[in-house]
């Protein structure tokens, strides 16, 4: 039973535009959301993060969003550059009696174009 | 170095055999995290250490797998008599406490392969 959901294995976008990925997840204990980019044989690194009790935070190109009565949250990358390109994992994390448990979805491979 | 940092970042070797992989987490973390990733598959959850102690090990997938952590700092991962499904890239991965949305700092992996 996958707890955090990207339904979307890959995506392709021109440089300029904007990349939006997707994520639904099912537990609604989880406060807070994370999102990782992790390029080949790296291991992966954070990138933004928001709270529960936000519905957007926004740093530089990136801007997550969250819709807690659809669970839902994405990422928009505006403008998307080449550099972009690398598989992007969203992840949350709930409280439980030890600590913060994450949980991770399992990528989306993000492909800029030139 | 400043980040968290794995060994070795590759590893070979046949059916059957013990394999051990270290993790150094970066200074002052409390909470450490194993997950693996198998080719097209997203992270796993394996053990989850805070301090020493190991609060999580729900992800341990059998009895061959074990894990230690000792001064609050290196880890190490044991998996005993491998198999070829064993085969993934194994990471590590520290933060600072456990809570509050902490972010997760992660190793760039051990690629172990079992022939």
């Known amino acids: 039973d996958q707890q955090v959901k990207q339904n979307s294995p890959s995506l392709s976008v021109q440089e300029g535009r904007i990349s939006i990925l997707n994520c639904d997840y099912t537990?609604?204990?989880?406060?807070?959301f994370l999102w990782y980019k992790k390029y080949p044989a790296e291991g992966p690194t954070f990138l933004i993060s928001?709270?529960?009790?936000?519905d957007k935070n926004e740093d530089g190109r990136f801007t997550v969003f969250l819709n807690k009565s659809a669970k839902h949250l994405s990422l928009h990358i505006v403008p998307s550059q080449p550099g972009d390109s690398a598989v992007y994992f969203c992840?949350?994390?709930?409280?439980?009696?030890?600590?913060?448990?994450?949980?991770f979805g399992p990528g989306t491979r993000l492909s800029v174009l030139p | 170095g400043a980040g968290v940092s794995q060994s070795p970042s590759n590893k070979v070797t046949e059916k059957g055999k013990d394999v051990e992989l270290r993790c150094d987490p970066i200074?002052?973390?409390?909470?450490l995290y194993w997950y693996r990733q198998s080719l097209g598959q997203g992270l796993e959850f394996l053990i989850y250490?805070?301090?020493?102690?190991?609060?999580?090990k729900s992800g341990l997938p059998s009895d061959r797998f074990s894990a230690e952590r000792t001064g609050g700092s290196v880890s190490t991962l044991t998996i005993q008599r491998t198999q070829q499904e064993d085969s993934a890239v194994y990471l590590c991965?520290?933060?600072?406490?456990?809570?509050?949305?902490?972010?997760?700092?992660f190793g760039d992996g051990t690629r172990l392969s079992i022939l």
């Open positions: 991965a520290s933060s600072l406490v456990p809570g509050l949305g902490q972010p997760q700092h």
């Open positions: 537990n609604s204990m989880f406060d807070y």
């Open positions: 928001i709270s529960s009790i936000k």
């Open positions: 992840a949350a994390s709930a409280p439980d009696n030890y600590g913060q448990n994450f949980v």
């Open positions: 200074s002052g973390h409390t909470a």
């Open positions: 250490f805070q301090g020493n102690s190991a609060p999580d």
